[in-house]
Every structure is written in structure tokens, then in C-alpha cells.
Nanobody, 124 residues
Framework: VQLVESGGGSVQAGGSLTLSCAASGDVYSYFHLAWFRQGAGEEREGVAGVTTGGSARYADSVKGRFTISYDNGKKTLYLRMSSLAPEDSNVYYC???????????????????WGQGTQVTVSS
């Protein structure tokens, strides 16, 4: 599976961005997808996860502001981010997992494939 993110950029606080992650290759081999983010010198943290059936979960820090979705026809994962704050500035990565049952969606371990990352910068 190859994952290519796009949509990152710079935005002012309070603004919105939508990230995309296009999947190719063995796209029927995964059941869970997620967005992670990582700041310099920090651990990669789970932001939002979704199953191919559409069941979504979110980190507390982004609930009510971010929306994750997966278009099965386009094999593309999205992250709609609104009410952005400077602390949301990070490199964002998409990832997929082959596990059918995934309890720790926000941990890196269960994910098999990763995108290259896209930078999001929020200025105050």
C-alpha cells in the first residue's frame, strides 16, 4: 500500500484545512486508517482513526474540531480541520492497519503503512 498525503499548508488561527491521503496498491488489505501528527522532538500521536466502514474515533484534543472520513470509492482518507490553533502545528501522517479488530487506534504499533507526512502550520 502506498499513501500520499496532500493539503497541508499555512493558515491563521481559527482557520480550516482539509488533508487528503490517497491510497494505492493493495487497497483491500486494510480495515483501519488514521491520522497522526508529530512535532519536532515529540512522539507521534494519534489524532483520528476510522474504519473502512466509517466508524470514527478522535483524540480528546481535536474532538468537535476535526472530522475524519474515508471515501471507499476513491480510496482516499480525509481530515477536515477547523478552529485551528497554533498547537495544531505539526507534520501530519496518514497510516493504515491490516488488523480487523483494533483497540489502540491511537498507537503507532498496529499500523503497517505510512505516508510521507504533510506540514500544517497555524499562526496566531
Amino acid at each position: 500500500v502506498q499513501l500520499v498525503e496532500s493539503g497541508g499548508g499555512s493558515v491563521q488561527a481559527g482557520g480550516s484545512l482539509t488533508l487528503s491521503c490517497a491510497a494505492s496498491g493493495d487497497v483491500y488489505s486494510y480495515f483501519h486508517l488514521a491520522w497522526f501528527r508529530q512535532g519536532a522532538g515529540e512522539e507521534r500521536e494519534g489524532v483520528a482513526g476510522v474504519t473502512t466502514g466509517g466508524s470514527a474515533r478522535y483524540a480528546d484534543s481535536v474532538k468537535g474540531r476535526f472530522t475524519i472520513s474515508y471515501d471507499n470509492g476513491k480510496k482516499t482518507l480525509y481530515l477536515r480541520m477547523s478552529s485551528l490553533a497554533p498547537e495544531d502545528s505539526n507534520v501530519y501522517y496518514c497510516a493504515t492497519s491490516r488488523l480487523f479488530v483494533l483497540r489502540n487506534w491511537d498507537q503507532m504499533g498496529p499500523y503497517n503503512y505510512w505516508g510521507q507526512g504533510t506540514q500544517v502550520t497555524v499562526s496566531s
